[in-house]
């Protein structure tokens, strides 16, 4: 959900496979809080936490996962941030196919881990019957799924937009030519945002914002039991979360420059500045 600036191609140097394990690793471990607490608030039928417990778990895990990572790989935990920065040309595509690989590895066995922690209770919820849709659906527990009650065109502009503010944020966070958050508090403060995200442009389609949060798990779930229909549910919901997110971040970028980053000064007027005011004062 985050990404720095060390991500650019004069960023430090490290290898394909450091920064594929890093990934895999901070990506487990920020899955794995975020599905296991809808897990926890699925099966427990509501007596074992809300929707408020999912926002605050996915929150809490992209700040543990920047943490994790954000030395090695600048902290890429988002699919469409890390597209965007190759299209931008932030990065080369030795990075870009490292960093999707990661990602997508991560979320695919963190998605097999929280199976096999809640394997038990995901049969007796069920009765062993794994469904997509019904009264006691278990394939939202690991991938998105619009609500019923909204249309295809609807859902695919929440995650638009929701990944542009997503996006909007990061970058109003880390941007030292502008009002830039202190380096030490970034991770908390993009946690804070994915959960305001949550809490405010969830309840369409449950806020992916992410292919690599949302892909690998649906993949996962094909073939742990659920089957095809989880491509095909939501009419053909699958590809919005992939899509939507891509075109969100880039969109979210081109309004940033636009009224925001063109607007500022720049690094070498800013690092300049102090010496323009000693030569003033004097």
Same mark, same amino acid.
């Given at each position: 959900?985050?990404?720095?600036?060390?991500?650019?191609?004069?960023?430090? !140097?490290?290898?394909?496979?450091?920064?594929?394990?890093?990934?895999?690793?901070?990506?487990?471990?920020?899955?794995?809080?975020?599905?296991?607490?809808?897990?926890?608030?699925?099966?427990?039928?509501? @007596?074992?936490?809300?929707?408020?417990?999912?926002?605050?778990? %996915?929150?809490?895990?992209? #700040?543990?996962?920047?943490?994790?990572?954000?030395?090695?790989?600048?902290?890429?935990?988002?699919?469409?941030?890390?597209?965007?920065?190759?299209?931008?040309?932030?990065?080369?595509?030795?990075?870009?196919?490292?960093?999707? #690989?990661?990602?997508?590895?991560?979320?695919?066995?963190?998605?097999?881990?929280?199976?096999?922690?809640?394997? =038990?209770?995901?049969? =007796?919820?069920?009765?062993?019957? *794994? @469904?997509?849709?019904? !009264?006691?659906? @278990?394939?939202?527990?690991?991938?998105?799924?619009?609500? !019923?009650?909204?249309? &295809?065109?609807?859902?695919? %502009?929440?995650?638009?937009?929701?990944?542009?503010?997503?996006?909007?944020?990061?970058?109003?966070?880390?941007?030292?030519?502008?009002?830039?958050?202190?380096?030490?508090?970034?991770?908390?403060? @993009?946690?804070?945002?994915?959960?305001?995200?949550? &809490?405010?442009?969830?309840?369409?389609?449950?806020?992916?914002?992410? !292919?690599?949060?949302?892909?690998?798990?649906?993949?996962? #779930?094909?073939?742990?039991?659920?089957?095809?229909?989880?491509?095909?549910?939501?009419?053909?919901?699958?590809?919005?979360?992939?899509?939507?997110?891509?075109?969100?971040?880039?969109?979210?970028?081109?309004?940033?420059?636009?009224?925001?980053? *063109?607007?500022?000064?720049?690094?070498?007027?800013?690092?300049?500045?102090?010496?323009?005011? =000693?030569?003033?004062?004097?």
């Amino acid at each position: 959900y985050y990404y720095s600036r060390k991500s650019s191609k004069e960023a430090q !140097p490290t290898t394909a496979t450091t920064i594929l394990l890093t990934l895999l690793s901070l990506f487990l471990f920020t899955q794995v809080f975020g599905l296991s607490s809808v897990a926890q608030v699925v099966l427990g039928k509501g @007596t074992t936490g809300h929707y408020l417990s999912i926002n605050l778990a %996915f929150g809490i895990g992209v #700040t543990l996962g920047i943490h994790a990572s954000g030395g090695v790989s600048g902290g890429h935990l988002n699919a469409a941030i890390t597209v965007m920065e190759w299209i931008l040309g932030r990065l080369d595509w030795r990075q870009l196919i490292a960093y999707l #690989t990661g990602q997508f590895l991560g979320s695919f066995m963190a998605a097999a881990t929280v199976f096999g922690l809640y394997y =038990d209770n995901l049969y =007796d919820y069920s009765n062993g019957n *794994f @469904t997509v849709t019904g !009264p006691t659906a @278990t394939a939202l527990i690991f991938s998105t799924y619009p609500s !019923p009650k909204i249309s &295809l065109l609807g859902a695919f %502009f929440t995650e638009f937009m929701a990944t542009v503010m997503l996006v909007l944020g990061v970058q109003v966070i880390h941007d030292e030519k502008n009002n830039a958050a202190l380096k030490g508090t970034r991770p908390l403060i @993009t946690g804070f945002l994915v959960l305001g995200i949550g &809490l405010g442009m969830g309840m369409n389609t449950g806020y992916a914002i992410n !292919p690599s949060r949302d892909l690998p798990p649906r993949i996962f #779930t094909a073939i742990a039991g659920w089957g095809t229909e989880v491509f095909t549910a939501g009419k053909h919901w699958w590809w919005v979360p992939v899509t939507a997110p891509i075109l969100g971040c880039l969109t979210g970028t081109l309004i940033y420059k636009l009224l925001i980053d *063109f607007h500022n000064e720049s690094e070498e007027e800013i690092e300049n500045k102090p010496e323009r005011t =000693d030569l003033e004062t004097s």
